[in-house]
């Protein structure tokens, strides 16, 4: 099941559909410079997000779609953190918005240097009403984690595609580099996904 769209959630989908309306795919960080704002605001008050998409797994992190884009120019997903969970090192070759409704997350960046090798960058805490924008363009390896080990953890997150789908890169310690597509966690699975 795909969420129904509370009102909040509603004025954003539309809002950023008028923004990509306007604006070619390929000006990304007009897109992003203009959709923060939408993203904060979505965020700004923690009383919209239907519970049957704040659920978390014990095991792993889950992935929401709480909607897709008709011509998937984007995808919006609620990622629900169980304690302690996180992602691997991973990328998403598309736009991405981020913003904390619940909980807090902590994201560390990646580069890949001259020879190949991950280099660790930035890292981030982001807490409740906060947005974080990662563009391709600006290098977008990354690995988020929940900083709390004692509580769930939820973010929103928007894709500049149907993520589900796409098929993107996990890095693993060894140095080497892994296709996957992560599917959603509510919408039947038609091929095998792993997830991140
Ligand atoms: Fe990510």
Redesign the pocket.
């Known amino acids: 099941m795909i969420a129904p769209h509370p009102e909040r959630l509603g004025r954003f989908i539309n809002q950023l559909s008028a923004i990509l309306d306007q604006l070619p795919a390929d000006q990304q960080g007009e897109i992003l410079s203009r959709s923060a704002p939408l993203m904060a605001e979505l965020v700004r008050e923690d009383d919209w997000l239907d519970a049957t998409f704040a659920e978390p797994h014990p095991q792993h992190y889950q992935q929401y779609l709480l909607y897709l884009d008709p011509e998937a120019r984007f995808s919006v997903v609620s990622f629900v953190w169980g304690p302690g969970q996180e992602?691997p090192i991973?990328?998403?070759g598309v736009w991405?918005l981020?913003g904390i409704l619940r909980g807090a997350e902590q994201?560390r960046s990646f580069s890949v240097d001259n020879s190949g090798q991950l280099v660790a960058g930035d890292c981030v805490e982001l807490r409740p009403g906060e947005v974080e924008t990662?563009s391709p363009l600006d290098g977008?390896i990354?690995q988020?984690r929940n900083l709390f080990s004692d509580r769930v953890s939820v973010s929103i997150?928007v894709y500049g595609a149907d993520i589900g789908k796409t098929e993107r890169r996990v890095f693993l310690a060894d140095g080497s580099e892994k296709l996957f597509i992560s599917g959603y966690a509510n919408v039947p699975v038609t091929q095998p996904r792993s997830r991140?």
């Open positions: 992602t991973h990328d998403h991405g981020i994201s990662l977008d990354h988020v997150h991140h």
